[in-house]
Nanobody, 118 residues
Framework: QVQVVESGGGLVQPGGSLRLSCAAS????????MGWYRQAPGKQRELAAS???????NYADSVKGRFTISRDNAKNTVFLRMNSLKPEDTAVYYC????????????WGQGTQVTVSS
Protein backbone atom coordinates (compact mmCIF):
# COMPACT_ATOMS: atom_id res chain seq x y z
CA GLN A 1 0.00 0.00 0.00
CA VAL A 2 1.24 3.46 -0.92
CA GLN A 3 -0.18 6.80 0.13
CA VAL A 4 0.61 9.84 -2.00
CA VAL A 5 -0.11 13.44 -1.04
CA GLU A 6 0.25 16.37 -3.42
CA SER A 7 1.06 19.95 -2.52
CA GLY A 8 2.15 23.15 -4.21
CA GLY A 9 -0.84 24.08 -6.33
CA GLY A 10 -2.29 27.55 -6.47
CA LEU A 11 -3.10 30.56 -8.60
CA VAL A 12 -0.41 31.88 -10.93
CA GLN A 13 -0.35 34.38 -13.77
CA PRO A 14 0.33 33.29 -17.35
CA GLY A 15 4.05 32.92 -17.87
CA GLY A 16 4.63 32.14 -14.22
CA SER A 17 6.00 29.05 -12.51
CA LEU A 18 4.95 26.56 -9.87
CA ARG A 19 6.52 23.48 -8.34
CA LEU A 20 4.28 20.62 -7.30
CA SER A 21 5.43 18.04 -4.77
CA CYS A 22 4.15 14.54 -4.12
CA ALA A 23 5.15 12.83 -0.90
CA ALA A 24 4.80 9.05 -0.79
CA SER A 25 4.68 6.72 2.17
CA UNK A 26 3.87 3.17 3.05
CA UNK A 27 6.12 1.16 0.79
CA UNK A 28 9.46 1.17 -1.00
CA UNK A 29 9.21 4.38 -3.01
CA UNK A 30 12.15 3.68 -5.30
CA UNK A 31 10.52 0.67 -6.97
CA UNK A 32 7.52 2.66 -8.15
CA UNK A 33 7.12 4.56 -11.37
CA MET A 34 5.58 7.95 -10.68
CA GLY A 35 3.43 10.22 -12.76
CA TRP A 36 1.65 13.54 -12.75
CA TYR A 37 -1.76 13.54 -14.41
CA ARG A 38 -4.13 16.45 -14.84
CA GLN A 39 -7.83 16.88 -15.37
CA ALA A 40 -9.39 20.09 -16.60
CA PRO A 41 -13.12 20.78 -16.15
CA GLY A 42 -15.15 18.76 -18.63
CA LYS A 43 -12.13 16.86 -19.90
CA GLN A 44 -10.62 13.45 -19.32
CA ARG A 45 -7.66 12.94 -17.05
CA GLU A 46 -4.43 12.97 -19.05
CA LEU A 47 -0.79 12.23 -18.40
CA ALA A 48 1.38 15.33 -18.07
CA ALA A 49 4.69 13.71 -17.13
CA SER A 50 6.06 10.45 -15.77
CA UNK A 51 9.32 9.13 -14.40
CA UNK A 52 10.31 5.49 -14.15
CA UNK A 53 11.94 3.90 -11.14
CA UNK A 54 15.32 4.27 -12.90
CA UNK A 55 14.79 7.92 -13.83
CA UNK A 56 13.56 7.80 -17.41
CA UNK A 57 11.11 10.60 -18.12
CA ASN A 58 8.20 11.04 -20.48
CA TYR A 59 6.17 14.17 -21.23
CA ALA A 60 2.96 15.05 -22.99
CA ASP A 61 3.64 17.09 -26.13
CA SER A 62 1.70 20.00 -24.65
CA VAL A 63 4.16 20.39 -21.74
CA LYS A 64 7.49 19.43 -23.33
CA GLY A 65 10.12 22.08 -22.76
CA ARG A 66 8.08 23.73 -20.01
CA PHE A 67 7.57 21.04 -17.35
CA THR A 68 10.24 18.97 -15.61
CA ILE A 69 9.55 15.89 -13.52
CA SER A 70 12.10 14.66 -11.02
CA ARG A 71 12.28 12.37 -8.01
CA ASP A 72 14.22 12.21 -4.78
CA ASN A 73 14.16 8.62 -3.59
CA ALA A 74 15.86 9.54 -0.31
CA LYS A 75 12.92 11.81 0.50
CA ASN A 76 10.20 9.64 -1.09
CA THR A 77 9.13 12.62 -3.15
CA VAL A 78 8.45 13.40 -6.79
CA PHE A 79 8.34 16.93 -8.14
CA LEU A 80 6.85 18.68 -11.12
CA ARG A 81 8.43 21.97 -12.03
CA MET A 82 6.10 23.95 -14.29
CA ASN A 83 7.43 26.98 -16.16
CA SER A 84 5.88 29.31 -18.74
CA LEU A 85 2.43 28.36 -17.53
CA LYS A 86 -0.54 28.92 -19.82
CA PRO A 87 -4.26 29.24 -19.06
CA GLU A 88 -4.75 25.84 -20.70
CA ASP A 89 -2.59 24.29 -17.97
CA THR A 90 -5.38 25.01 -15.51
CA ALA A 91 -6.46 21.68 -14.02
CA VAL A 92 -6.44 19.49 -10.96
CA TYR A 93 -3.07 17.76 -10.89
CA TYR A 94 -2.91 14.23 -9.52
CA CYS A 95 0.09 12.25 -8.41
CA UNK A 96 0.22 8.57 -9.34
CA UNK A 97 2.42 5.72 -8.17
CA UNK A 98 2.38 2.37 -9.94
CA UNK A 99 4.31 -0.82 -10.44
CA UNK A 100 3.76 -4.24 -11.91
CA UNK A 101 4.42 -7.06 -9.47
CA UNK A 102 2.26 -10.09 -8.83
CA UNK A 103 -0.52 -7.69 -9.75
CA UNK A 104 -0.75 -4.10 -10.98
CA UNK A 105 -0.35 -1.72 -8.07
CA UNK A 106 -1.78 1.71 -8.80
CA UNK A 107 -2.27 4.56 -6.32
CA TRP A 108 -3.62 8.11 -6.62
CA GLY A 109 -3.44 11.24 -4.55
CA GLN A 110 -6.36 13.54 -3.87
CA GLY A 111 -5.18 16.17 -6.35
CA THR A 112 -4.06 19.79 -6.14
CA GLN A 113 -5.63 22.66 -8.07
CA VAL A 114 -3.49 24.70 -10.45
CA THR A 115 -5.12 27.81 -11.89
CA VAL A 116 -3.37 29.95 -14.48
CA SER A 117 -5.13 33.26 -14.86
CA SER A 118 -4.46 36.97 -14.95
Amino acid sequence: QVQVVESGGGLVQPGGSLRLSCAASGSIFSIYAMGWYRQAPGKQRELAASISNDGRTNYADSVKGRFTISRDNAKNTVFLRMNSLKPEDTAVYYCNAHRLGDTFYNYWGQGTQVTVSS
